[in-house]
């Protein structure tokens, strides 16, 4: 039996959704796109690799800050 990770799946569809021109987006395709991009995020955010993009952006954020000053 297959299985398909469902955040694979989105990763994909955002992807492909992404590639196309952006003059011929309408304003929901733009919308469906950021609704996909979010549902992605709640599922990857849980995960090992979510906990490490978190990590590796609030490191960048601080350096950033620190930067600035």
Known sequence: ???INV?????VIVVWR???RTHARS????KLTVVIVLALGVLIAPT???QGIQNVLGQLASGVTEAGR
């Open 7 to 11: 955040a694979v799946l989105l990763a």
């Open 48 to 50: 090992p690799a979510g």
């Open 1 to 3: 039996m297959l299985t």
């Open 18 to 20: 992404l590639r196309r």
């Open 27 to 30: 304003r929901f395709d733009e």
